[in-house]
């Protein structure tokens, strides 16, 4: 099983609608949970964290799941700048020599 | 604040050239990043720097070097380029506190094709 799993879309919504977005991860033992969103050509920016809580900011909703080691984006009404692909990103600090392991990633398009 | 910058934006190699990518952060951060990004491959970790004066290997260092200059500026060299080595290169920095990871900020990134 890969360390960070997305489904790599791509997710096709019209303007408006509500689109969810699962990642799952490998190690137990992970501690930070990120979702990152990465434009067409540019570089990835912090999105929001995801705390056990689960976590809102306007449009987006994040949730984490330990018993079942995955973590959920949650978008309402889209809008056309949210087109780009949204990273789910997993720290585990014991995992070999890497600090931060990133998934491939999820394309979503909102069309209008 | 710039944030994080890198040089060149692009580059085109031949097989066996070398070249250094350069990365910079004015954020104070301690910790430094060399990340590779391939269609369907998502980001893979090359090298770190915790802190001033220490690199780690990370994913996929094979074929690289780093170099942490200081705090500020965290370099990386590729000796003798190869085909496999074009890709989109980002560097990355961030601020760790005890036990967590905090957000990285990316600088815009290099692509590098080797022909």
């Known amino acids: 099983r890969k360390e960070v799993e997305q489904d790599p879309g791509p997710f096709n919504v019209p303007e408006g609608a509500t689109v969810a977005f699962n990642c799952t991860y490998s190690?137990?033992?992970?501690?930070?949970f990120f979702w990152y969103r990465q434009d067409c050509r540019k570089e990835p920016k912090l999105l929001m964290s995801?705390?056990?809580s689960g976590n809102e900011d306007g449009r987006f909703t994040a949730q984490l799941n330990r018993a079942s080691q995955y973590i959920s984006l949650l978008i309402r009404d889209s809008k056309l700048s949210d087109s780009a692909t949204y990273l789910c990103v997993v720290n585990t600090r014991n995992s070999g020599n890497t600090p931060l392991v990133f998934g491939k990633g999820t394309r979503l398009s909102v069309i209008a | 604040n710039a944030g994080v910058t890198q040089t060149p934006k692009f580059q085109v190699l031949k097989t066996g050239q070398s070249m250094t990518l350069q990365c910079a952060q004015d954020m104070n951060h301690n910790s430094m990043y060399w990340y590779r990004q391939d269609p369907g491959m998502g980001l893979r970790l090359i090298y770190y720097?915790?802190?001033?004066?220490?690199?780690d290997k990370g994913e996929v260092p094979n074929g690289y070097n780093v170099s942490r200059l200081n705090k500020r500026e965290f370099s990386l060299r590729l000796e003798s380029a190869a085909p496999s080595q074009t890709s989109v290169y980002f560097c990355a920095s961030s601020e760790e506190t005890t036990g967590h990871y905090n957000e990285q900020f990316f600088g815009p990134g290099t692509r590098l094709t080797v022909l």
């Open positions: 720097s915790a802190s001033e004066g220490t690199t």
């Open positions: 190690n137990s033992a992970s501690q930070s």
């Open positions: 995801v705390y056990s």
